[in-house]
């Protein structure tokens, strides 16, 4: 015959006499339950920081005369405080407000049973059935510790098994009300919760020239909250929303426009300083689900790749020599968030996942970076990595100090191009300070107070020297 499991672990309840339920906090008075089965409407709008607010409308009976109001199925990372319930045109009074959340588990139901009688079944090989002990729960707080036989043990192997749940353990989160009403009764309730989420994310892929592509833009939703939300009205907020920290939080419980194509997608509008995007159809957010969800579309959007050589204000404060030898350049993908472009929307922070065909037609993922909540009509900066073919020497070739925090330097660039075609770079001096180029073998362009660059064209396989020098004084 197959041996039981004789775990600890594995625990039964026997004569169930308690409903799965809260003991009712107020004897004599009515008692009314909702679950998720009146739901008549809900609405979820989700934050890109980890929260949400949910909003449910429920059609509940209610006894006459003072109620306990038990509203189950909300979830278990809902913060309590934020809970606000209203009768729809009925007459609905909320005297008290209890959030039940002691869940039933092997461990909570053996430590409700410390200094009480349970039952222990093991099995017996020899007889073919088991063996039943009367034992007393002493301990479990660092591991079971029992009384069986008049005898003081633990870790007692065997199936435990329990004559009842305790009233005031429960199977999940449970909303309790004191509330004054009666008849059939509209009832909204909106609170805030933890653990559900959205974040963006964009597949862009590049042409053979790297100059266009199509780019599509999915919402990413995850539901952790441990309750399901049916047939609900979507909404979500792009932003730095402000939140106090101070919350209680359950740590115990785990075309020419970017509008994507067809009905059914997301419709974006300026709210608050915000922006808000609200799905046109009602969608499932199921308890430990992932949802994609598309948010945009925009094709043949114009690109402009850039190799940018970077340099560092510290460079031009000291007696280097040789700063760097073949120093990688680095490759990034602009795009303009503009109409003009097919694009437009405010785009969500999210991740850009870039792909380009390879000669065969099979496309190759070849870089991704994280981008800012972006407005319309701002460029998109995305990092792709290091060039390969491109390299990069910096060589400090002269420098003299001409006073406190006054230096000048002299300074040759060398930057070499293995490529079968030519290339544009950007030599990036952010250089901080004061200061004055004195002699340059071209001609630099001043972005801002404290840099300046060069854009040299190099020749395939070729090779480009700049040479300048600069005064600086930097206190």
């Not at 909250?225 to 115990?252: E, I, P, W």
């Not at 404060?317 to 350049?329: H, I, L, P």
Request: aromatic fraction near 8%; charged fraction near 25%.
């Amino acid at each position: 015959m197959k041996k039981r499991n004789m775990a600890l672990a594995a625990l039964s309840v026997c004569a169930l006499s308690a409903p799965l339920l809260a003991q009712q906090a107020h004897p004599g008075v009515a008692h009314a339950k909702s679950t998720s089965a009146q739901r008549s409407e809900v609405g979820i709008t989700v934050y890109n920081q980890n929260f949400g607010l949910v909003r449910e409308v429920r059609d509940i009976d209610m006894p006459a005369g003072r109620t306990e109001l038990e509203f189950a199925d909300v979830s278990q990372n809902i913060e309590a405080q934020t809970v606000a319930i209203k009768s729809l045109g009925g007459q609905l009074h909320v005297l008290e407000q209890n959030y039940r959340y002691d869940l039933l588990s092997p461990q909570k139901l053996l430590e409700k049973y410390v200094g009480k009688k349970v039952k222990i079944y093991r099995w017996n090989e020899h007889t073919g059935r088991d063996d039943v002990y009367d034992a007393e729960v002493l301990s479990v707080a660092q591991g079971t510790v029992m009384r069986i036989n008049g005898e003081i043990t633990y870790d007692f192997p065997g199936r435990i098994a329990f004559p009842s749940i305790p009233d005031n353990l429960i199977a999940q989160p449970t909303l309790v009300w004191l509330v004054d009403g009666s008849g059939r009764q509209k009832v909204e309730v909106t609170y805030l919760t933890q653990n559900l989420g959205w974040s963006a994310d964009y597949v862009l892929v590049i042409n053979d020239a790297d100059n266009a592509g199509d780019l599509v833009g999915w919402v990413t939703l995850n539901n952790t909250t441990g309750t399901s939300y049916q047939n609900a009205k979507l909404k979500l907020v792009a932003g730095d929303v402000q939140r106090v920290q101070n919350y209680r939080m359950r740590a115990d419980l785990p075309a020419a426009s970017a509008a994507p194509s067809g009905g059914g997608g997301f419709r974006e509008e300026s709210f608050f300083e915000y922006h808000l995007y609200t799905l046109e159809r009602p969608t499932n957010l199921l308890n430990a689900e992932q949802k994609q969800v598309t948010l945009l579309e925009a094709h043949d959007i114009h690109i402009q790749k850039k190799l940018i050589f970077f340099g560092a204000a510290y460079y031009y404060r000291g007696n280097y020599g040789q700063v760097v030898s073949n120093q990688k350049v680095g490759v990034y993908l602009d795009i303009q968030n503009n109409e003009a472009n097919h694009m437009g929307m405010p785009l969500p922070k999210g991740t850009v996942r870039v792909y380009k065909a390879d000669k065969s037609g099979a496309k190759q993922f070849i870089g991704e970076d994280n981008i800012d909540h972006t407005p319309r009509d701002e460029r998109v900066r995305v990092k792709m990595g290091e060039a390969f073919d491109v390299v990069g020497d910096r060589k400090q070739t002269e420098w003299k100090a001409l006073g406190t925090c006054v230096s000048e330097s002299a300074w040759e660039i060398s930057l070499r191009n293995h490529k079968d075609t030519p290339v544009d770079v950007e030599d990036y001096e952010p250089v901080g300070g004061d200061w004055e180029i004195t002699q340059e073998s071209m001609p630099h362009v001043k972005k801002d107070a404290s840099t300046f660059t060069f854009t040299p064209h190099i020749p395939a396989r070729g090779t480009v020297k700049i040479t300048y020098r600069v005064r600086i004084r930097w206190c």
